[in-house]
Every structure is written in C-alpha cells, then in structure tokens.
C-alpha cells in the first residue's frame, strides 16, 4: 500500500481526488439517479491518471469506459459516439495495452517507453484519420445521428488520439484535448433536452483538465528517458 500510495505525486493524489469530488457532486446536484454515468466518468477519469503516468493499466480502465461510455450515447441517439467507442475506442485502447506491455521503460513494467512523433507517423496517422471520418459520416448519416457535425468531428479526434496512443507519442493526450471540447460542445446540445446530462458535461470538463495534465507529464517522461533515468 505503501508502494502504490508512492506512486502518484502530491499533485496527481490533488488532481484525481478533486476531479472524483467535482463529478460526485455534478451527478448528485443533476442527475442522482443514472448511475452509469456516474461509474463511466470515475473509471474514466481514474484511467487518466494511469495514462498520464505511462501506464499500461489505463487502457485497461479505458476499454470498460468506452463500453460504459457507448451504451450513455445510445440512450440519446448519439449513434457516432456509440460506434467510435466500441468499434473503435475500445478496440485500440486494447492494441495500445499490447504495444504499451510490448514497449516498457526500462526494467520498469509500470511506464511504456515514449516514442517520438515523427513525420511519418503523423502522415500515417492523418491519412488513416481521414478514410476513417469519412467513412464514419455516411455511416452515421444513414443513422440518421444527432447532431452529425460535431459527432463526426469527435470521430476525427477520437481516431487521431487513439492512433497517437497507441504510438506511444507525447501528443495523444492534447488529441483527446480537443476531443474532449467537442464532445462538451455535444453534450450541452444534449442538456437542452435532458438536463441531467450536465453531469457528463462536468465529466468531459474535468477529463479536458486531467488530459491537459498528461499532455505535460508524457514531455516530462519523454525528456526524463533521454537522460536515462527511470522515473515510474
């Protein structure tokens, strides 16, 4: 216990028991009674923090938080979402465990070794992210997808981000950044309808912050491996 309490900093203890405090009371003031929302973004902000260290775990947590995640977007008929997440989310956060166990730091199991963003792998990535989109938008047209602009934009940056992750780059963080302001975009269309889904708007917000703060953590592994210390 005592090795695991070590593990996170100070700020990442601060980080993710502020972030589960905000949602609790988010879900309690506006919703209170679908619990699956409640679960999906306490699994999913929990990953967070396991992916902003490097470690292999959160993408464990990632996959049951985008099975949890696709069925909350079937109830509003946000089709995209549902889809993106488990044909696609899920899917890649499975080979991005694999290529993460595949790719250690070191002797340490607990930190992937950071890849560098080269201009091939974002070619690729970009290539692939387009074909993608663009065959998610008459998909999700033939639907007939709520709010198919934004839906489709979230296909764009979900995709991306799930690429980089499993790349092992410092930037999949900052994509699911910008994925994580569309879907906010997407779910206070939502609230219009249904005001309890404030509480995932909550969710996205405190995801946004929790991204942010992996974006910079991965730049600080990434630079803390050039030097050759282990630090996981």
Same mark, same amino acid.
């Given at each position: 216990?005592?090795? $695991? ?8 203890k ?13 879900y ?10 409640l *679960?999906?973004? %306490? ?13 292999? @775990? ?15 977007? !079937?109830?509003?008929? $946000? ?5 993106? !997440? ?7 956060? =499975? @080979? ?8 250690? $730091? ?10 560098? =963003? ?6 690729v990535?970009?290539? %692939? ?13 033939? =639907? ?12 764009? *940056? ?5 690429? %980089? ?6 930037? @999949? ?8 302001? &569309? ?10 309808e249904?005001?309890? $889904? ?7 917000? &405190?995801? %946004?912050?929790?991204? =942010? ?20």
């Amino acid at each position: 216990m005592k090795k $695991y309490l070590s593990y996170f900093t100070k700020w990442e203890k601060a980080l993710w028991v502020s972030s589960v405090a905000v949602i609790c009371i988010f879900y309690a003031v506006f919703d209170g009674s679908g619990w699956m929302k409640l *679960t999906a973004s %306490l699994i999913g902000v929990t990953s967070l923090i396991f992916l902003a260290k490097g470690n292999p @775990f959160g993408n464990v947590l990632m996959i049951i938080f985008s099975v949890l995640y696709a069925i909350i977007s !079937y109830s509003f008929l $946000y089709y995209g979402e549902m889809i993106t !997440y488990v044909g696609m989310t899920a899917p890649m956060a =499975l @080979f991005s465990l694999v290529s993460w166990l595949k790719n250690p $730091y070191g002797k340490s199991k607990s930190q992937v070794k950071v890849r560098e =963003l080269t201009p091939k792998i974002f070619i690729v990535g970009a290539v %692939l992210t387009a074909v993608v989109t663009v065959v998610f938008y008459y998909i999700l047209s033939a =639907l007939n997808t709520a709010n198919i602009v934004p839906s489709t934009i979230s296909v764009l *940056t979900s995709f991306f981000a799930a690429y %980089l992750t499993f790349m092992r780059t410092p930037y @999949f963080p900052l994509a699911y950044a910008f994925n994580d302001i &569309v879907l906010i975009v997407m779910w206070a269309m939502a609230t219009k309808e249904d005001t309890s $889904y404030i509480s995932v708007i909550v969710c996205f917000c &405190v995801f %946004l912050v929790n991204d =942010l703060y992996g974006f910079i953590n991965w730049c600080r592994m990434r630079k803390t491996q050039k030097q050759g210390k282990i630090k996981a």
